[in-house]
Every structure is written in C-alpha cells, then in structure tokens.
C-alpha cells in the first residue's frame, strides 16, 4: 500500500467488487426476516412459524433437523408449530438463521471447503457461546441479535474466501505458518481485515445496526469495554470461547484468552465461562452436523 489516497481508492474499488459478489448482493431474505420479529417485541411464534413456512427449503431442512440424532427426540416432529413448542421459539429463529447462511459455507476446492467447514463450527459455536453469554450479563444486544452476530461475525472470511480464492487461502497459510492473528495478515496482504469487510456486508444485507457495528469492531475494539461496547466485548469473549473449547476453528493463530485480563471489565465470571465452554464442547458435533443437513 502506498499513501493514504492510494489505501483510500484501493478500498473503495474493493468495496464496490465484493458488492458485486452474489453472496453479497442477494441477501439471505429469512434471515432478515426473523431479525424483523426478533426486533419486534409484538410478534411472535406465529410470525416465525408464517416465515419459516413460507420458504419451503427452509421449512423441510428445520424439520429434518428435528426429526435428526441432532435434537434426539423420541417423538416425530411433523410441523413447525411442534417444532416451536419442542425446541422452542429461541431455538428455531436460531436454527433458521443458521440454515439461512449454511450454504455459504459449503462451496470451493476441498481444501477451501475444509477451511469453511472448521470456520462454520466456529461460528455456530461464537453464536451459541454469544446467545449465552447475553443472557447472564446486561448489555444493549439481545440474546437473539448476539447469536445472529456471532453466526455471521466472521462472515467477511467467507466473503474473502468467494472473492479471492486460493489467494486468501495463501493468507490463512501464512497466519497458521507463522502462528499469527489472521486479521493482522489479511491487513497485511489484502489491506483490509475481514471484521470490515463484514461491517460492509451487514450493511448490504441490511442488518440491524448493532450488528454492524459489532461486526466492524471485532477486532479493532480490544477492551476494556465499557457499558457501551458491552456488545462487543460479548462477541470478542464468545469469539475466544470457541477458540478454547477447539469447536472448528477461525483461522486466526493467536486468540486471546479467556483469561485475559480485559475480560474482567465484562463482569462475566468464571463459573458462567466454564459452564458456556462445556456446553460449547457438548454441541460442537452438532454444529458440523447441521452443516450437513443443511445441503
Ligand atoms: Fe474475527
Ligand atoms: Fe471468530
């Protein structure tokens, strides 16, 4: 990168290339539409089970994941409104996020497939890990829009993934190579990193803005939080969450801590830390799983 003006136009052009990309520019319409009730506090099981009727795809992948070794259920579940009052109205706008942005991540050579296949777990595993975490401690984001921005936090690798190809999977080598935050690499080689790259998407899908901004921040905010950046700081202990319990992997070779001494200004303890971690652990063959049947 040469000069400030160059970095500008640079990224400006990149801007404007990955909003080229279909994955960006077709935004997965069921994920924004259950961001809608969850942002509403006068709807409910009905609006979720109209939503996820209507889209036929997602309606048959939700009930097979019922009726899968996923949930285990002894009994079959034949519609959704069972499969509301079975998992619960949290557990199926989470799932029908989840299966919303599956197929982004199932595409490219196998060794890219790889990468994404690892990076899905870790995502499921930031969302779960986020949802929970929301739920313990106060903060400005719901436990619904923390598990959305934990799904999609690192979404801007997915991008890079569709956008440069095997050239990005030289930039994870390098970041496993040299045991590096992959966000420093891809600052490195590509100029931006993906936590921006994802605050561009979240404003082309037109998510909600703390999503965004979460998104944008997830690395660049480093703590301590205050009662503000809460969300952030949520996101960034999910992140290293993950990381700890090994649920997939992300891709950057450095996480920090869940020890690290930032955290403390969260108010999470290490009870709760350890209880989410466990949970984590127990669910991470479900999260490759639902992967699976997503396709
Ligand atoms: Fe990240
Ligand atoms: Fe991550």
């Given at each position: 990168?040469?000069?400030?003006?160059?970095?500008?136009?640079?990224?400006?052009?990149?801007?404007?290339?990955?909003?080229?990309?279909?994955?960006?520019?077709?935004?997965?319409?069921?994920?924004?539409?259950?961001?809608?009730?969850v942002?509403?506090?006068?709807?409910?099981?009905?609006?979720?089970?109209?939503?996820?009727e209507?889209?036929?795809?997602?309606?048959?992948?939700?009930?097979?994941l019922?009726?899968?070794?996923?949930?285990?259920?002894?009994?079959?579940?034949?519609?959704?409104?069972?499969?509301i009052?079975?998992?619960?109205?949290?557990?199926?706008?989470?799932?029908?996020?989840?299966?919303?942005?599956?197929?982004?991540?199932?595409?490219?050579?196998?060794?890219?497939?790889?990468?994404?296949?690892?990076?899905?777990?870790?995502?499921?595993?930031?969302?779960?890990?986020?949802?929970?975490?929301?739920?313990?401690?106060?903060?400005?984001?719901?436990?619904?829009?923390?598990?959305?921005?934990g799904?999609?936090?690192?979404?801007?690798?997915?991008?890079?993934?569709?956008?440069?190809?095997?050239?990005?999977?030289?930039v994870f080598?390098k970041?496993?190579?040299?045991?590096?935050?992959?966000s420093?690499?891809?600052?490195?080689?590509?100029?931006?990193?993906?936590?921006?790259?994802?605050?561009?998407?979240?404003d082309?899908?037109?998510?909600?803005?703390?999503?965004?901004?979460?998104l944008?921040?997830?690395?660049?905010?480093?703590?301590?939080?205050?009662?503000?950046?809460k969300?952030?700081?949520?996101?960034?202990?999910?992140?290293a969450?993950?990381?700890?319990?090994?649920?997939?992997h992300?891709?950057?070779?450095?996480?920090?801590r869940?020890?690290?001494?930032?955290?403390?200004?969260?108010?999470?303890?290490?009870?709760?830390?350890?209880?989410?971690?466990?949970?984590?652990?127990?669910?991470?063959?479900?999260?490759?799983?639902?992967?699976?049947?997503?396709?």
């Amino acid at each position: 990168m040469i000069g400030t003006n160059s970095k500008r136009i640079d990224l400006d052009t990149l801007r404007a290339e990955l909003q080229g990309i279909e994955a960006v520019k077709c935004p997965p319409s069921i994920l924004q539409e259950i961001l809608l009730v969850v942002e509403n506090p006068r709807s409910g099981a009905k609006e979720v089970e109209n939503i996820v009727e209507r889209d036929m795809s997602c309606s048959l992948k939700l009930l097979k994941l019922a009726n899968s070794a996923y949930y285990g259920f002894s009994r079959q579940v034949k519609t959704i409104r069972e499969a509301i009052v079975i998992i619960g109205l949290d557990g199926v706008k989470n799932v029908a996020m989840s299966l919303a942005v599956a197929d982004a991540f199932k595409k490219g050579t196998p060794a890219e497939r790889k990468f994404l296949e690892d990076l899905w777990v870790h995502s499921m595993a930031t969302a779960t890990a986020a949802s929970m975490l929301a739920k313990e401690v106060a903060s400005e984001i719901s436990p619904s829009l923390a598990y959305c921005s934990g799904l999609v936090h690192d979404i801007g690798k997915v991008i890079f993934k569709e956008h440069f190809g095997a050239n990005y999977m030289e930039v994870f080598g390098k970041a496993r190579e040299g045991k590096l935050p992959i966000s420093l690499v891809e600052e490195e080689e590509l100029g931006v990193d993906h936590a921006r790259v994802g605050g561009w998407v979240a404003d082309a899908w037109d998510l909600p803005e703390v999503i965004t901004w979460v998104l944008r921040e997830h690395h660049s905010k480093t703590g301590p939080w205050d009662r503000a950046e809460k969300p952030i700081g949520l996101l960034a202990l999910a992140d290293a969450i993950a990381y700890e319990s090994k649920a997939g992997h992300g891709g950057n070779f450095k996480p920090r801590r869940t020890d690290h001494p930032t955290f403390a200004s969260l108010g999470v303890d290490d009870k709760t830390i350890k209880a989410v971690q466990a949970e984590i652990i127990k669910r991470a063959g479900r999260f490759s799983e639902l992967l699976r049947l997503a396709g």
